[in-house]
């Protein structure tokens, strides 16, 4: 089992900046990849940016060039700083560790305003 905890959403303007934390505990020598997803009412969870134990990334292409993830392994931890916000990217965000199983936290709002 993986338990995971997130922390950083809120608000923020149009162009600004958040960063969006992800602590990781339980069995997190299984885990094989951590990610970020977004939702929003009515519509499917999508996927922002994941992130491999051996650092690589992939990043959804509505976030590419503004936003980062990255891994703390020490920390069990992984991060999401999110630039240039745009009020598209108001949502609940979700952490998100693979294993041979997928286990998500309870997530967190992030809200961009115009």
């Known amino acids: 089992q993986v338990q995971l905890v997130e922390s950083g959403g809120g608000s923020a303007q149009a162009g600004g900046s958040l960063r969006l934390s992800c602590a990781a505990s339980g069995s997190i020598f299984s885990i094989k990849t951590m990610g970020w997803y977004r939702q929003t009412p009515g519509k499917q969870r999508e996927l922002v940016a994941v992130i491999t134990s051996g650092g690589s990334t992939n990043y959804a292409d509505s976030v590419k060039g503004r936003f980062t993830i990255s891994r703390d392994n020490a920390k069990n931890t992984v991060y999401l700083q999110m630039n240039s916000l745009k009020p598209e990217d108001t949502a609940i965000y979700y952490c998100?560790?693979?294993?041979?199983?997928?286990?998500w936290g309870k997530g967190i709002l992030v809200t961009v305003s115009s």
């Open positions: 998100n560790a693979a294993t041979f199983s997928n286990y």
